[in-house]
């Protein structure tokens, strides 16, 4: 066996993970495409693939990481991986706030780990307002469950409703 030049290593070792890369934006690509074209079972499909072998969880993940990437103005030079990480939060934050932190992270060639902590940090305050609406919601539910509360049932109800709408206003602001 001959031994391998260190400039030789990092050389092979790009180029791997260039197409690494590379394989994996065309598997998002078409799996985005399937989810698009209504095929059942679209995620299913592709994570069941012998040289894949994902759950349809993680398939799914790489459809939004193509939708992410496709809502950009220019693509970002970080790897798949962060593009698979800032779309678990475009629930959360304001596109623009993930594109800033894409653009940080290609700046200052941030680990995927990096931005990851990065985004829950600024997630943070709107994870935990939302969390409180959808406890205060639980718990209305719960109230109607309970008999000893019918005779309040309609005012309760009309809150329940009142409730899901601000769910639904502060689900549209995070998007905004």
């Known amino acids: 066996m001959t031994a391998i030049s260190?400039?030789?290593?990092?050389?092979t070792a790009k180029?791997?993970?260039e197409q690494i890369d590379i394989d994996r934006w065309q598997l998002a690509e078409l799996a985005r495409e399937g989810r698009e074209a209504g095929i059942p079972a679209w995620d299913e499909i592709i994570g069941k693939l012998p040289r894949v072998r994902r759950a349809a969880r993680t398939v799914r993940d790489w459809a939004r990481a193509a939708d992410v990437r496709q809502l950009c103005n220019r693509p970002y030079d970080v790897d798949f991986s962060t593009y698979v990480r800032a779309s678990r939060y475009i629930d959360l934050l304001p596109l623009s706030e993930i594109l800033g932190v894409l653009e940080t992270a290609e700046r200052n060639n941030n680990s995927v780990d990096e931005?990851?902590?990065?985004?829950s940090e600024m997630s943070r305050p709107m994870r935990e307002a939302r969390e409180t609406l959808l406890n205060i919601g639980a718990s209305l539910r719960d109230a109607l469950d309970k008999p000893l509360l019918e005779p309040v049932y309609p005012p309760l109800s009309d809150a329940l409703k009142a409730l899901d709408e601000a769910v639904a206003m502060f689900a549209e602001k995070a998007d905004a």
Do not use: G, P
Not at 6 to 11: A, D, G, N, P, S
């Open 6 to 11: 260190e400039r030789m290593y990092v050389r």
């Open 15 to 17: 180029a791997i993970s």
């Open 115 to 119: 931005v990851s902590a990065l985004l």
